[in-house]
């Protein structure tokens, strides 16, 4: 069956004793034993709770993978994969990442003696380059952030496998709707549930999805010991968010493309970044990675300084000024003052992350009314 027919339909079957359409919420912290000794499916909710599982199991199914594990946020999903490494290894990552994801890789795991080389990934050549014989993990994100680079992912894949080396793929921004890593060649998918697949900026998670049974089974042995688990109520709404994932993206894309070819012919506007454009250096390979959609992220530079972008984003009325995206609302925010304010200086600038840089997240909102208010709100500046 379709992609959104098994979103609809993925741990939702009618509960066998009341018929209850919605599975019932599993509160419960711990689990009654059959005998001392004798264990069912769950004992402690810590490692594994009957909720956490459907989402997991579903969010799995989805991506094509063998099995799914949910965490409090996405960092701590994240994190959860930093710890398959050890003291001298090296991770080799993307340039254009989550912000947070440079903080974890430069100011945490650095402390336990794991280095991290930052390269374009859509240089497959710099890829390749920046293997050494103590890489152990390749962390790509496509789309990047902020700058919507698109990285080929089969062609990283294969580099890297061919090297031994694991490669993550963090697909916040693409959701399974749009793009399934694993079936690319990736080892392990990741999401920050917090954007897309919760939806409605209500629900804080993370989730891995993996091919791999026995890597799974590494996984979900430094998810119990560590702790960061998703409870059940996020469970839930992640779960239920998968539902109307795919018609809430694609038509999040179809607006994100319209404001993007506005933005385009705009007099203050000095260049725009959205893969669907044709001259988006990644567009091919977007257009057949992506499902022939987009993303729903749109960025931007004006002409001017950093007051100019500024002035921008605090005179937009229908978009919220916030970082985060992924929701019904759409979000605007200027990634040097905000999402991306933890680099320093210096590494914003060597990264393309300029002083006047406007990030989009493109909500469900009529896309006429968004236009509007950009509108607007550049013509303040122009
Ligand atoms: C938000 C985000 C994260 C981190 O997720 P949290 O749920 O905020 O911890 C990681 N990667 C990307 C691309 C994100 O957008």
Redesign the pocket.
């Given at each position: 069956m379709k992609f959104r027919t098994r979103a609809i339909h993925l741990g939702f079957d009618p509960d066998p004793q009341t018929g209850a359409v919605v599975p019932p919420i599993h509160l419960a912290t711990t689990f009654a034993q059959p005998a001392a000794g004798e264990w069912r499916e769950f004992d402690y909710s810590r490692s594994g709770n009957p909720t956490r599982k459907a989402f997991e199991n579903a969010i799995a199914a989805l991506e094509s993978g063998v099995g799914g594990l949910a965490f409090a946020?996405?960092?701590?999903a994240?994190h959860c994969v930093t710890q398959l490494l050890q003291a001298g290894d090296h991770i080799v990552t993307g340039q254009d990442i989550?912000g947070?994801?440079f903080r974890l890789f430069h100011k945490i795991i650095n402390r336990a003696g794991i280095s991290v080389t930052m390269v374009p990934t859509n240089d497959l050549d710099a890829v390749e380059k920046a293997f050494q014989p103590n890489t152990r993990l390749l962390w790509l994100?496509s789309p990047g952030?902020p700058l919507l680079t698109i990285t080929d992912i089969v062609a990283c894949a294969e580099i890297a496998h061919r090297h031994g080396v694991l490669v993550g793929v963090?697909s916040?921004?693409a959701t399974p709707a749009l793009t399934r890593p694993l079936e690319l060649g990736a080892d392990i998918v990741m999401h920050?549930?917090?954007?897309y697949l919760g939806g409605h900026s209500d629900v804080?998670?993370?989730v891995l999805v993996v091919r791999d049974p026995e890597l799974y089974q590494r996984l979900y042995f430094i998810q119990n010991a560590t702790g960061a688990v998703m409870g059940p109520w996020e469970s839930y709404l992640c779960h239920r968010g998968l539902r109307t994932l795919e018609l809430r993206i694609r038509e999040q894309c179809r607006s994100a493309m319209a404001i993007a070819q506005f933005l385009a012919g705009h007099p203050a506007v000095r260049r725009v970044y959205y893969p669907g454009l044709p001259d988006h250096p990644g567009h091919e390979i977007a257009a057949r990675q992506m499902s022939g959609y987009f993303g729903a992220m749109v960025s931007f530079e004006v002409h001017g300084d950093i007051g100019t972008a500024r002035k921008v984003v605090n005179s937009t009325r229908l978009f919220h000024l916030a970082v985060?995206?992924g929701a019904v609302e759409s979000l605007i925010e200027q990634p040097a003052l905000m999402s991306h304010a933890s680099y320093d200086p210096e590494a914003r600038r060597a990264h393309g992350i300029s002083d006047t840089l406007i990030r989009l997240s493109i909500g469900l909102e009529d896309p006429e009314d968004l236009i509007a208010d950009l509108q607007q709100a550049l013509a303040q500046v122009a």
């Open positions: 946020s996405g960092m701590a994240i989550y947070g994801t994100e952030n963090d916040t921004f920050s549930a917090t954007k804080l998670g993370g985060s995206l």
